[in-house]
């Protein structure tokens, strides 16, 4: 057998580069009809009226009072409704479905309803939240979430500091952007609904959607279709379109299909939760960094969704790969009134990165001291305490990172060269994630399980509820049972997720995948090796357990380890910089990674380039403004992401530094990547304009506005 | 559901437009993405193709002209080897290859926005549009046909037959559009510049602005101003060049930009034309 890191031919490459792949809107269901949302046309309002149009034959309307169970979406609160009962709280929230044969008269249709509101002062920005404006939206305070931690001594420290450095970061919006728009058919089938949709985590919408038909978790059956990218952006928001559907089809006994136009997607869809991070830092009289202080505030939008965990992922990567002796944070999550917020890879630390990073650049400037060298002398360790005073449990290998990536471009050398303002820079940034979901989330909410079954033809089939979404999940999960099992690839069959047939081995999230789920599987084929005989037909189960070194999570006081394991990289970015009109253009790319050791060395690559050129359209190019609540960039014309010609060839490497609870040593790979290519780029801008910047997305205008 | 029509000839063409009202479909990149609409777009009026029509493909050179047919490819205009630089630079940053081969320039004229690409170089090299109906031709200039965004000079029965562009000798040339991104990319503002210097004087001085007004920002007084300078001259009164077209740069904010941006680049580039570019 090779060895596990050598690429193979992806299992979905010709189908998918030649077109075969049917996506759910290419399916042929027979008989379908389509359903469109009727939609707020405010962002808070109380709902006088809702007059609906005379209906053609064969067209219907689908609304609250057709729901059996409950009007709530079921996800980590439940306070989005399926659709609006006597409020709306963003432009774009549901408010009716309406279901036919053709879609050009249901937009007609949707364009009769007569719809009065009242409209209420609308939360506009985070500061009309704080100011509780017009009411609170969320209980008294408007937090989804307020948390604090503390490290060692911070207060001590603050007080005997010899100086004090404090400045705001600030992020925007982020558009997923995945090829195939959301998309969903129900059926009516075997006394039940049955969906597919394109989505990350089949169970979470059986999780959405039974409450609202008041059915038991078998009362509904859902199957993934082939997923054309996801990024998080088919964590949630699938259970809002799934819920409706269902509603739809459990009354009207007819299949139906939901599929978003890309406007529609780009207006109605989730995004990245922007941010708004202060850092106030503690210097001794050496200048050495005693103590930080954060307040980290995320935009949460209109409904809780899954901000409250976004937002630990955000404060538990407050100090990056940084061992800084005194902490203190507080971090809230606020309603407003713009579309709610979700899960986009990274699921927070991007945001908190970029403060970090930025924040530790402008420190070393004040220094007078390389940024680099400057960030060196903080690494964490092996023993390292962390910001929830857990522990580094393993080697920390950023040392032999940061020599690769230096060799690999000449880092030393360009930053000495360049100097400031000279209209070429090189930026370089440091980052981690953990691995899988936060705390004891693994045990405690998910407590995977995963099936693995010998034909009586000796091909062995995967029964687990992740997804292949474009990362190449069926491909690597495979690689680890034929390798475990020492039989060929074609020998593995991965059976396509579905609710009514594999088991709930959690959601396709939290780069959890592989070093959580991937790792069960080499144990069920391990298992399985061991009771092998030809021809006959074996069943094997794995459940998760949890590692035995990880100092105890505690829920409510977030103390602890955070994540057993912790991935680790280094983005290198060299950038030429216009004066004339301030644009900036990429000219080099390096990236180095520890991951443990890459399943398939050619598909993480694919994660590190996909995820670094989405982070620099974050940090660049993609500019989402809302204006009102309404957001103002709605095309693909508008909402600007880097095509291959902003984007010079990408080196990378990877420092081996396998995990031993990690299938064939792999940690988590697929979030990390978005991690550190906002600040990398940002850092080598000030350095090519000489100019010290604070917000993202680092448009021109934003360029030309900085002062010196 | 709108009428569509396949004229076999220019002659059926225009008495189609002489007897209906009709939308002109050349190549279709804007008219498709304006009128899309789930599953099969919708037009409000009836359609008319004609970017099939040899009699609109060619491009030719008539004497000092260059004579491009309204429905020549902008991929035909790039490649074409008698296009003037200027033109050539611009039609070759608009989107990406498949809509160059597919859009044509006469679409783009008489699609009149704001921020379409090959409309700056046609006002700096002083282009003319030739009109053509059943009654017919008129031949009109470029600053004269476009009214505001989207609108034109332009009758009902009338088409777009060729654009006219003089083949002048400019000796320092520089355009540069500055987009959204490096492909694909819509302008948020762009320069098109060009002047004949000889024996170290000014002869002739063409500058035209795109995407920061209604139509195309040009004016010939300010070039006359310049005219006839020698080089030390010209260089001595940038400043009070600079301060005349800040005063006729009158941008917006919108999606993609903002006022404050567009004029300060456009007054960048600008300088740095006068400054760097006519150095020689």
């Avoid at chain 1, 969704?305 to 630990?312: A, E």
């Avoid at chain 2, 063409?13 to 008219?31: S, V, Y």
Wanted: net charge negative; charged share 25%; hydrophobic share 40%.
């Amino acid at each position: 057998m090779n060895n596990i890191s050598t690429p193979v031919r992806r299992l979905d490459a010709v189908e998918k580069t030649a077109g075969y792949t049917k996506y759910i809107a290419d399916r042929d269901f027979g008989d379908l009809l389509y359903g469109k949302f009727l939609r707020s046309e405010r962002p808070r309002a109380r709902l006088v009226s809702v007059r609906k149009p005379a209906l053609p034959d064969g067209y219907y309307i689908i609304d609250k009072d057709d729901i059996p169970g409950e009007n709530a979406i079921h996800m980590l609160g439940a306070d989005w409704p399926v659709f609006a009962d006597d409020e709306v709280r963003f432009i774009g929230q549901s408010i009716a479905l309406v279901v036919g044969p053709d879609r050009k008269v249901l937009e007609e249709l949707v364009n009769q309803f007569e719809v009065r509101y009242e409209d209420l002062p609308a939360v506009l920005s985070l500061e009309d939240s704080m100011a509780l404006k017009g009411g609170a939206l969320h209980n008294d305070d408007n937090c989804y979430a307020d948390y604090h931690l503390l490290k060692g001594d911070p207060d001590r420290a603050f007080e005997e500091a010899d100086h004090i450095y404090e400045h705001t970061y600030e992020t925007g919006p982020q558009e997923h952007v995945y090829m195939e728009t959301q998309g969903f058919v129900g059926v009516w089938e075997d006394g039940k609904v049955h969906l597919h949709g394109s989505l990350q985590c089949p169970f979470y919408v059986r999780h959405a959607v039974t409450p609202v038909l008041g059915v038991k978790d078998d009362g509904v059956r859902v199957t993934q279709a082939p997923t054309g990218g996801a990024f998080g952006g088919k964590e949630h928001y699938p259970d809002i379109i799934s819920t409706a559907l269902a509603v739809a089809v459990d009354k009207l006994k007819k299949s139906i299909g939901i599929f978003y136009e890309r406007g529609e997607d780009i207006v109605n869809s989730v995004k990245r939760h922007p941010s708004r991070i202060t850092i106030k830092t503690a210097l001794d009289k050496e200048g050495n960094i005693t103590a930080m202080d954060f307040d980290s505030i995320l935009d949460g939008g209109a409904f809780e969704s899954c901000s409250c965990i976004v937002l630990q992922r955000t404060i538990f990567h407050a100090t990056g790969v940084y061992d800084i002796p005194s902490t203190k944070l507080r971090g809230r999550a606020l309603a407003t009134n713009h579309i709610p917020f979700d899960a986009f890879r990274g699921f927070g630390a991007p945001q908190a990165i970029f403060a970090l990073e930025t924040h530790m650049d402008h420190l070393a400037e004040m220094a007078g001291v390389d940024p680099v060298a400057y960030k060196e002398r903080y690494f964490m360790k092996k023993g390292s305490v962390t910001i929830t005073n857990g522990k580094i449990h393993e080697e920390v290998k950023l040392p032999e990172i940061l020599a690769r990536a230096k060799e690999m471009s000449d880092y030393d050398r360009k930053a000495k060269e360049y100097g400031k303002g000279g209209n070429r820079g090189i930026g370089l940034s440091f980052f981690n994630h953990g691995g899988a979901f936060t705390g004891n989330g693994e045990k405690a909410i998910i407590n995977a399980h995963v099936k693995v079954r010998k034909r009586a033809d000796d091909v062995v089939e995967i029964y687990v509820s992740n997804v292949e979404m474009g990362q190449g999940l069926m491909t690597t999960f495979s690689k680890i049972a034929a390798q475990t099992l020492e039989i060929p690839i074609e020998k593995i069959e991965f059976i396509q997720p579905d609710t009514d047939i594999v088991p709930d081995s959690g959601p396709t999230v939290a780069s959890r995948s592989i070093v959580i789920v991937g790792t069960l599987v080499g144990k069920a084929s391990a298992k399985l090796k061991k009771q092998w005989v030809d021809g006959e037909e074996i069943t094997v189960w794995q459940e998760y357990e949890e590692p035995d070194f990880v100092i105890p999570w505690n829920q409510d006081t977030f103390q602890g380890d955070a994540y057993p394991s912790y991935s680790w990289g280094v983005n290198v970015v060299e950038v030429e910089y216009d004066p004339v009109t301030f644009e900036v253009s990429i000219v080099g790319l390096w990236n180095v990674y520890d991951v443990g050791v890459p399943i398939d060395r050619m598909i993480v690559e694919g994660q590190i380039e996909g995820g670094l050129v989405q982070s620099l359209g974050w940090a660049y190019l993609e500019k989402m403004e809302f204006k009102e609540g309404r957001i103002q960039q709605r095309t693909m014309a508008d909402y600007v992401i880097p095509t291959t010609l902003d984007v010079p060839a990408i080196e990378n490497d990877f420092i081996l530094n396998p995990y031993p609870e990690g299938a064939f040593g792999a940690k988590g790979a697929g979030e990390i990547v978005h991690n550190g290519g906002a600040p990398a780029f940002v850092s080598a801008v000030e350095m090519a304009s000489g100019k010290r910047f604070d917000t993202i997305p680092l448009t021109p205008e934003r360029i030309m506005e900085a002062g010196r | 559901m709108s009428e569509s029509y396949r004229p076999e000839s220019l002659d059926e063409l225009l008495k189609l437009m002489d007897e209906k009202d009709l939308i002109p479909f050349a190549g279709g990149t804007d008219l498709m993405v304006q009128n899309a609409a789930p599953v099969l777009p919708g037009f409000k009026k009836d359609v008319v193709f004609l970017g099939h029509l040899k009699e609109l493909q060619q491009i030719r050179k008539e004497g000092h002209d260059l004579v491009i047919g309204a429905a020549a490819t902008l991929s035909a205009i790039e490649s074409h080897p008698d296009t003037p630089g200027l033109l050539r630079e611009a039609v070759a940053l608009i989107a990406a290859p498949a809509l160059r081969n597919r859009g044509t320039m006469g679409g783009n004229i008489c699609n009149a926005s704001p921020a379409g690409d090959s409309i700056p170089p046609l006002y700096a090299l002083d282009a003319k549009f030739r009109l053509q109906s059943r009654k017919g031709e008129r031949v009109v200039k470029a600053e004269d046909f476009f009214k505001g965004p989207g609108r034109t000079d332009r009758k009902k029965e009338e088409i777009l037959k060729e654009i006219i562009v003089p083949l002048k000798e400019w000796n320092i040339k520089k355009y540069r559009k500055v987009g959204t991104r490096a492909a694909n990319a819509l302008t948020k503002c762009s320069i098109t510049a060009a002047a004949k210097v000889k024996g170290g004087r000014i002869d002739d001085i063409s500058i035209a602005f795109g995407a920061v007004g209604p139509v195309i920002v040009r004016d010939r007084t300010l070039e006359q101003n310049i005219k006839g300078l020698t080089m030390e001259e010209m260089k001595e009164k940038i400043p009070s060049i600079l301060s005349d077209y800040s005063a006729i740069i009158v941008p917006i904010d919108d999606q993609r930009s903002t006022a404050v941006y567009r004029k300060q680049v456009c007054l960048n580039l600008l300088k740095d034309f006068l400054e760097q570019d006519m150095k020689g």
